[in-house]
């Protein structure tokens, strides 16, 4: 048997990173084409300016595969992790309906008569090494649905047995503008074509000034499995959140077996 080493996990870091920079690459062009696709329109004498799209750009067929293969990257990563971690530690790595070897994320704690305990590995790991994986558990935060861990198993599930990751054109982050105006209307997506965007209420002072707010617009994921984070960060940002994690809290905690 080949001797433990974190190369694979490396190289699956870093395929999940070059998708991401593809899939980023492409949204670039989308974002372009949603700025060129607004239309400002004037309400009640002036006193309102309405911003929605003329037509909502098309996004390219393949932009939720190309983010399935990022994110089942970084899956794979962990069960690599925990295959090697269970070779560093004297043990023999299986395969099987009834316990194969792969890396927990755990939304519950695991109980045993009635007392949580540390997460395993088939066919096991020392209990150093279980002491470390509960520190990265989804069930040590408040809302564990919501960890970098969870979200990364539940998108690379719903992609890799269900279905293409829905992704949709919408809005990243607060609206950016200058002066008094007030926003009266948002829409953060998704979107159709002539759908209202924004809509400002502007005072009487400024009705003949330029007035241009900042739009960013980004692809979104349109998944319940994404988490709180889907309504206001990008489906790429979200997909790094997970990346960063792995690579801040993961592997610095099992350097050592290596």
Not at 63 to 87: E, T
Not at 195 to 202: G, K, M, P, Q
Request: glycine share 6%; with cysteine; aromatic share 10%.
């Amino acid at each position: 048997m080949s001797q433990p080493s974190l190369s694979g996990v490396l190289i699956r870091i870093d395929r999940a990173n070059a998708h991401l920079s593809n899939f980023d690459r492409a949204v670039a062009k989308v974002q372009d084409a949603c700025r060129n696709a607004i239309i400002r329109e004037y309400y009640k004498q002036g006193s309102e300016h309405v911003f929605r799209f003329e037509r909502v750009p098309t996004m390219p067929a393949d932009l939720a595969a190309i983010l399935g293969d990022s994110i089942h990257n970084l899956r794979v990563s962990l069960d690599y992790l925990a295959w090697q971690l269970v070779k560093a530690t004297g043990g023999t790595p299986t395969l099987g309906r009834h316990g194969s070897t792969s890396f927990p994320i755990l939304e519950k704690p695991r109980i045993r008569n009635q007392v949580a305990t540390y997460p395993q590995i088939n066919p096991s790991v020392p209990d150093k090494c279980r002491e470390l994986l509960d520190e990265i558990q989804p069930y040590k935060r408040e809302k564990p649905a919501n960890h970098d861990l969870a979200i990364l198993n539940k998108l690379d599930i719903r992609d890799k047995h269900h279905e293409l990751l829905i992704a949709v054109i919408g809005m990243e982050g607060p609206i950016a503008w200058w002066g008094d105006a007030d926003p009266v209307n948002f829409n953060p997506g998704p979107y159709r074509d002539g759908d209202e965007v924004l809509r400002f209420a502007i005072p009487s002072m400024y009705r003949n000034a330029n007035f241009d707010p900042i739009f960013r617009f980004t692809v979104r994921f349109d998944e319940p499995a994404a988490g709180a984070w889907r309504w206001n960060l990008g489906a790429s940002e979200i997909v790094r959140k997970s990346l960063r994690y792995i690579e801040a809290e993961v592997l610095p905690r099992f350097r050592d077996f290596f």
